[in-house]
């Protein structure tokens, strides 16, 4: 499928935290990118220390769809560039949205809500079974029941976020946890997925499954047709 | 509360089975009865052996909102009576749909789906989490993050149901599975709540969390004011 | 796209009506057919006097997308074949509803509700005017801020649903209604796409936006990879 | 009932329009004061040009419901008292948006998107029917099929907001158009309701079914119970 994909990465754990490092050494968007090129799509990678953290309007307006991680230095981002973004999936770009960028200002800002939610005091490796609820969605294509992920990091409800248009997975987690994993919204002509697993320090980018999930989403999220949308004055009524 | 309440009970398990019959000695719509008699309801209990299932339309007429517990004879439901019940729903009445009775030819119908689900294969005693999703909905009025069932029968997803147009509760099982456990629909005029717990061979419907999640959602369920609906014909054009 | 549509046509206004045969000689069905053979699809005709109505199991297993419009003989549906379309849109075939197919027993049941409406005592010719509300929807694709029918039938609110997962369009009234006219619905691993115009005495399946709506929601509505769902026993908790 | 309403009104047009002041002479505040007062409902009115817009956190933190027109000075409205009201609604607090508010900073902001729409270029006076396509909502409660204001401004689709998760109402303008004109939304564990007449050159707060919906809404955006939500830390794994 021809579409242009931009992988925003903020792209600081992997320079600073030597554990990050070991499991991506080229970041963590490496192996997004690697995938999504597999599967035909052209990739651009994009991170928060380039000028306009790489997310130029020139950037945006030859994206389909901008997939975003985030954690360290939310922060950072400039509002401007963050209504630019948002702009741009109101416009009919597609936004995936991964992990802890649950609490990225341009999530935040999209869903009018904290996004916030509950995680484990002292993070433990656990057990994270993501279990499939709407089969009959684009993006649960080619799964079972579910796909399990061996060690990842615990998220739970209650997740601040309004209630998804469509809720694709739900997770599981061994310490007693459940977390709606899988979220589906329209946002003005543009469609944005949420997609929880993807810790830091765990190999989860590399797992096929969770990279199968990103490439069902960006072809879901991609815009059909050119859809445009007419505001403002309508004729007198003495013309209709 | 001035609601008048009708809670049908399939009954057969509680004289079949001595082991339910020890838990619930007097029916299991026993507990449910005396609980939201104490919160003032007026109280009917109905069951599959009486005469049209208890369910007359004289009963149905004089019932604000139903629940429904059955197991092992949904068969044996007269399709007149689901029909006659089905109506009443739609014309205002709120149904609560308890546990097993998700394969009740009433749910049935008014979902338009099987309403399958998958259960353990040998059953077990399974601790039960449910978590709240939607703190501010009146079903969840009152509850922390969670509330916990020690030992109940596991259902998991996939649930295959029409989307909840409100998801208040999702539970998490010891045993791996998460499932959507308290889901709201609008039928028509009339509310359907469905909530998962109560297998008949735990005393799950003595515990005071569940009790208290059942009266809030006949709370819920009980129409407001009284709506009516027209269809049929409109005026010609020309009288406009 | 290679998709396999079957279309179900009651064919007995046609029949029976000069007015209406004056509109469609071959059918109301025969333009559908033909506009979507151009789009490349492989199509067939079924219609109710055929024996099991066209609908056998075989034709169902070769159907993508089953479109839907009856009217004047409903009730001669046989009640085993709507149960065996319904359990096709629960496998995952796709489900376009058009027009009085609002009454149709295969909505009804899918639905669960009476799907009543309200419609113009004398039937007159007016104007419908069709507002996109879900730009970026696949169905709307390709259409500007609305299509305009010039002479149609009214259907007005309250039109007796569920409420819609996704709502498409609006239609307007000359005469003083609106309605809910392009809705969408998931049921099992089916999607649904119910659409308003369509009545007998009026060229409504000869107007290009009209066919266009309906061609989008077949490929809409076309089923996504080859989805399955495992209901049933699992594992019992010692072999996790 | 015992409800704590806040109207928040921009209160401009008045000083600087005599067509406005001349329908409204006390403030278009004054009449749902007045109407929600009759109800038993204590009333507090707050207006731009007053300090913090007379939203002080004292306010916020004693109001149950905020009702917020506005329109010419959507601009002067502080970022941070948007910010005050916005954590408020998650905290809780039900959110009435009148009419032009569609376009209201705090609007916008826990919607998300523009909430931009039509309008027709020169104001006219025409007849709006708004249609009651949920008859069972307590927003409803009390409505034959339709309410009717005999001159209103139009507003309609592609209004831009997320898909209501409960459309109550659907407007009918004599020009042509259509609009989702009763729109609900949980945010947090607040209540939205969006409600589109009251044109400040028309008596619409005059007219007492517009202020019975306004007083059915606040009703049902008051928060039931006194829900709370933990997020953050839970106990790590070895304790459960």
């Known amino acids: 499928m ?18 990050v490092r070991n499991v991506y050494p080229d970041g963590l968007h490496a192996p997004i990118a690697a995938h999504l090129r597999s599967e035909g799509m052209t990739v651009r990678v994009a991170t928060l ?9 020139a950037v945006l307006a ?8 985030g954690h360290m230095a939310h922060g950072e981002v400039s509002d401007e560039i963050v209504s630019r973004v948002q702009q741009r999936v109101l416009d009919g770009m597609g936004l995936i949205v991964l992990h802890s960028a649950h609490f990225s200002k341009i999530f935040q800002r999209l869903m009018g809500t904290t996004c916030n939610l509950i995680w484990r005091e002292r993070e433990v490796e656990e057990r994270e079974r993501i ?53 589906c919204y329209q946002r003005g002509l543009g469609k944005i997925f949420y997609f929880r697993p993807g810790h830091e320090t765990f190999p989860t980018y590399y797992q096929k499954e969770v990279l199968q999930v990103i490439a069902n989403a960006v072809k879901w999220a991609a815009a059909t047709g050119t859809p445009t949308v007419t505001f403002g004055s309508r004729p007198p009524l003495e013309q209709l």
Chains 1, 2, 3, 4 share one sequence.
């Open 49 to 57: 220390d380039e000028p306009e953290h790489g997310l130029t309007s």
């Open 2 to 19: 021809d579409l242009k994909v931009t992988i925003w990465n903020e792209f600081r754990h992997e320079k600073s935290h030597e554990e």
């Open 131 to 183: 279990w499939v609820v709407e089969p009959g969605h684009p993006i649960a294509a080619g799964f079972g029941p579910y796909l399990e992920i061996p060690r990842e990091e615990m998220y739970g409800e209650r997740f601040d976020i309004p209630a998804p248009e469509t809720l694709v997975f739900l997770s599981w987690f061994q310490g007693g946890e459940v977390f709606r994993s899988g979220c």
């Open 62 to 69: 030859d994206t389909d769809v901008l997939t975003w991680w």
